[in-house]
């Protein structure tokens, strides 16, 4: 035969054994793989899910309570102020800060010289000192740390190494 010469095929007929029907996938009854990748998809859904979520729930309540990272603008190596609503100002360094509470070591605040209160008297004719929490006479004697309500906190700020008030702390014994 010529290999040149093509048959043309033949056409089946609907009753020859030799001929196989065509598969319905819908009715098979051979298990498919669209339920493994279900399940697959399930079953990552559920990995990430219970990974994801933790994580993210500790970091915000790691940021809500100002755990994580440095003090936001708190210079470590400086001193700050802290203005209170009672016009009383503290000096002290910042060691931490909550959404309730501002933490201050190494605490200063002004005290008149006579031993009155500073926001009583007007202030242009007072004779202040910087007194040092906790070893200025006070009856309760406090540990020099004091915790601040952030409620009653104006504003904050740091402290230049040369101003009158860090060059006093400084000298101070």
Known sequence: MD????????RPSPRDPTIVAPVDRQHSQRPSTDGRRKKVSRK????????????????FALSWFRIIGPLAGVKNDRYQAVFLTNDQVYFGKV???????????????LKQKNGEDT????QSSQQVQLAKLGASGEVHNPDNEMRI???????WENMKDDSQVVKTIKQAP
């Open 3 to 10: 290999p040149n010469d093509r048959v043309a095929p033949r």
């Open 44 to 59: 990552r859904l559920f990995i990430i899910a219970g990974v994801v979520i933790p994580l993210a729930l500790a970091l």
């Open 95 to 109: 060691i931490s800060m909550t959404s309730e509470t501002i933490t201050l070591r190494d605490v200063y605040y």
């Open 119 to 122: 926001t009583k008297t007007d």
């Open 149 to 155: 309500n952030r409620t009653q906190v104006l504003f």
